[in-house]
């Protein structure tokens, strides 16, 4: 058989992943940062924060966080 192993595949897509960790977050953080809260109901409105001490997404209204960055280097 030739065929490669197909974990090794997921294998490689992680590590591209990985690659560029922050730019993705970022984006990703941009991307939630002004939206409504769907918590809320439309009274909350996402903004960037900490939530147990890593950069998140947080609604201002009730604290919910919608998007947390693990990332030492932040
Ligand atoms: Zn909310």
Redesign the pocket.
Known sequence: MAKSDPSRGSETEAEADTRNPTEGKRRLLSALEGQT?P??DDD?TLERGRYKGNRAVV?D??D?PRVQVWNPSF
């Open positions: 809260c918590s809320c909350g609604c209204a009730c919910t």
